[in-house]
T-cell receptor
Framework: TQLLEQSPQFLSIQEGENLTVYCNSS?????LQWYRQEPGEGPVLLVTVVTGGEVKKLKRLTFQFGDARKDSSLHITAAQTGDTGLYLC??????????FGKGTLLTVNP | NAGVTQTPKFQVLKTGQSMTLQCAQDMNHEYMSWYRQDPGMGLRLIHYSVGAGITDQGEVPNGYNVSRSTTEDFPLRLLSAAPSQTSVYFC??????????????FGQGTRLTVV
């Protein structure tokens, strides 16, 4: 079983602060994705990274894929209350199976 | 374009009852999967399929059956419901290989309670 460990599990910060969420595994993934989930909804894709060392930026969000394609991080700059939600990382293995981490529940307080 | 359609949205079952959760996609995706989401557990893979006629077990397959007779449909069957199967279930579909321009699409979820 390929495990994805996410940390921290819970994060509560003030609006305007920066934060980083981590996703680590002992396994290599062909691609890694970050999703955001709102209560009562299914996960929605934020980004896919496929190349070791890749860095992608989406406005205030920066995603990095580790050189060995085993880990990833999500950094949010100047968090806003609208960033509140459950952030999930998911890795696709060579047999196409998509495995999720347990998620990081982010609360941004005004 | 409906995407991934999952029914029902809510369901209450008595222990021992059986039922089928329906999942259909209209994007011609090869890969379909079922997850359950419990508090603090993230999404755990129950079963997945890489094409019609092909299914495989995920992390938590016990108590669930699946079949994939067509590309579009991937129903999940609970054989004899147990309280431990109380959860939110999500169906997802994607192209076989996820890349920079592809993603997994999720249904709206089924909130199942077994009493």
């Amino acid at each position: 079983t390929q495990l994805l460990e996410q940390s921290p599990q819970f994060l509560s910060i003030q609006e305007g602060e920066n934060l980083t969420v981590y996703c680590n595994s002992s396994s290599v993934f062909s691609s890694l994705q970050w999703y955001r989930q709102e209560p009562g909804e299914g996960p929605v894709l934020l980004v896919t990274v496929v190349t070791g060392g890749e860095v992608k930026k989406l406005k205030r969000l920066t995603f990095q894929f580790g050189d060995a394609r085993k880990d990833s991080s999500l950094h949010i700059t100047a968090a806003q209350t609208g960033d509140t939600g459950l952030y999930l990382c998911a890795g696709q293995s060579s047999n196409y199976k998509l495995t999720f981490g347990k998620g990081t529940l982010l609360t941004v307080n005004p | 374009n409906a995407g991934v359609t999952q029914t029902p949205k809510f369901q209450v079952l008595k222990t021992g009852q059986s039922m089928t959760l329906q999942c259909a996609q209209d994007m011609n995706h090869e890969y379909m999967s079922w997850y359950r989401q419990d508090p603090g557990m993230g999404l755990r893979l129950i079963h997945y399929s890489v094409g019609a006629g092909i299914t495989d077990q995920g992390e938590v397959p016990n108590g669930y059956n699946v079949s994939r007779s067509t590309t579009e449909d991937f129903p999940l069957r609970l054989l004899s419901a147990a309280p431990s199967q109380t959860s939110v279930y999500f169906c997802a579909s994607s192209y076989l290989k996820i890349g920079p321009n592809t993603e997994a699409f999720f249904g709206q979820g089924t909130r199942l309670t077994v009493v």
